[in-house]
């Protein structure tokens, strides 16, 4: 006998409406230097989880933010991988989807943002829209996430929040709101005004970088008040008026379609304006139901993979397959079916992730990201689900256009080289070809920036014991062929093109130029060429 809520709804059904409400699923995207790091562990900060304020300080030598755990991440000071953290803050469970800042990772960004229902964009205030900033943007506005803006740094001179908001609206193409107006700028920056109820808040310069920066508020028509001087009330007045008349107006129904985006200033290194901004957030943001209609009424499970990852605990060389729980409550032990190959499967191996540290999770409600163990069967942009069949749009791919021959330096390691470029290539990190026209081994590893080859060559040191060797292949362009074997074996190819096989027998064919794929294209019209 089921219970059933006031409502009529059985307390299942009654639980997964209140967890979904409650769920936000975010990334932040931003071009490196931003801030985004510096934003992510303050946010962590309020939210009780990390205790030792400013413990990412300084790492530029020694990288030490949670999400960031991969030994060339901590080489080189980017943040290669995404990871995901999960935390919970006044009522509501937050999972904060890390991406990748570095351009030559767009693809592994852009399956990430696949599992978001909404995108912190961080500007630098000094700098306005930087150029991986535009691209990280074009995601979103393909996959429809609704952005909100923070405009970082204002402690720092130089800036001009007019001519941010200006830029945001002429290179991204998008309305820019602000809900909030800085009270001075650069070294005069003192606290922040709400547009809408006019209020503003003065910080108190905080010496012991503690993270509850005192402030006192006062309504800014308060002539009484000395807390703003004569001069900033009116500047204030001005700025707000101006806006009020020229700029964009903020609705909710524009956001959530993507036409406006929310701006709000502050300073992350001071904690000036974060803990308001993480309010606005949370009440912005939409819940995990809020933007999928077409799975909205449904209660059934179904989520899909986004992202695989190989050896997330070097000491077991297991693989993590990424879940977004799109509908329906997961249960651990649940057996649920792929979609890609109607097979069922146990999921017995589940769990909740905070960068490294693992949790096991037994249940998880829309919008959460589960980590699922021993998943060999697998793959990126599987639709799992229980009960009626849904599938997922699958993962759109980046183009390839970077080629080396990658060689195993020690022999006697050749099954662990193989095992590792398999393991690699399931995740998506790189592409694994071989030359079908030549009886060398030697395979040819295919990435959408240079940057890949230096991860892979890196894990499969780490993870794997293998020291390798690449030399880079003067090719630019890869595209499939749709066609028989025999039709393949027909093609009038320009004399530099490399014939290849991928690991699941596509046939991929290298050009070193555009020129060369046209001229290709022209002589062979009975096939069909694809991007990979
Ligand atoms: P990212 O993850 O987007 O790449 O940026 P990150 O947070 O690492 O910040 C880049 C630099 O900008 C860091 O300085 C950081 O301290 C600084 N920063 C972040 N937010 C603010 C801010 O609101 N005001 C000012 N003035 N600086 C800010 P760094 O010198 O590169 O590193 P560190 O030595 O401070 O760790």
Known sequence: MSMTSPHGESREESSLRKETLRRRTFAIISHPDA???????????????????????????QRAVTSDWMELERKRGISVTSTVLSFEYQGFHINLLDTPGHEDFSEDTYRTLMAADCAVMVLDVTKGVEPQTKKLFKVCVQRKIPIITFVNKLDRPGGDPIGVLGEIEQVL???????????????????????????????????????????????LDDAESSLLT?????????????????GEPFTRERFL???????????????????????????????????????????????????????????????????????GIFTRDMDVTNARTGKKLRLARSHRLFARDRETTDVAYPGDIIGLGHTGDLRLGDTLYVGTPIHFASMPRFELECFARVMC???????????????????????VLLNARSTQREPILAAV??????????????EYGVETQLAPLDYHIAREVKGTL???????????????????????????????????????TSVEFVTP
């Not at 240079?450 to 780490?462: E, G, S, Y």
Request: with cysteine; aromatic share 8%.
């Open 409 to 431: 330096n020690d022999t006697l390691r050749r099954k662990q080289f193989d095992r590792g470029l398999t393991q690699l290539t399931q995740e998506g990190a790189v592409e």
């Open 449 to 462: 920036g240079r940057l890949q080859f230096d991860v892979v060559q890196a894990r499969l040191q780490t």
């Open 257 to 327: 379609e993507g036409t406006v985006t929310p701006v709000f200033f502050g300073s992350a290194l001071t904690n000036y304006g974060i803990e308001a901004f993480l309010e606005a957030f949370l009440d912005l943001c939409p819940s995990p139901d809020m933007r999928q209609e077409d799975i909205r009424a449904r209660t059934e499970f179904s989520g899909f993979v986004f992202k695989l990852q190989a050896n997330m605990d070097p000491r077991h060389h297991d693989q993590v397959a990424f879940l977004r729980v799109c509908s």
């Open 35 to 61: 801030g985004k790091t510096t934003i992510t562990e303050k946010l962590l900060l309020y939210a009780g989880c990390l205790d030792v304020a400013g413990m990412v300080r300084g790492r530029r030598n």
């Open 173 to 219: 193409g998008i309305g820019a709101s602000p809900l909030n107006w800085p009270i001075g700028e650069g070294a005069d920056f003192r606290g922040l005004c709400d547009r809408r109820s006019r209020v503003a808040t003065v910080f108190q310069p905080d010496t012991t970088a503690s993270l509850m920066v005192p402030s006192e508020s006062v309504p």
């Open 230 to 246: 004569q001069e900033e009330r009116e500047s204030l007045q001005r700025d707000l008026d101006l806006l009020d008349h020229a």
């Open 486 to 524: 025999r039709d393949v074996e027909a093609l009038q190819l320009p004399y530099s093109a490399m014939v290849t096989t991928a690991h699941d027998g596509r046939v991929i064919i290298l050009f070193k130029s555009q020129w060369d794929f046209d001229y290709c294209k022209k002589g062979n």
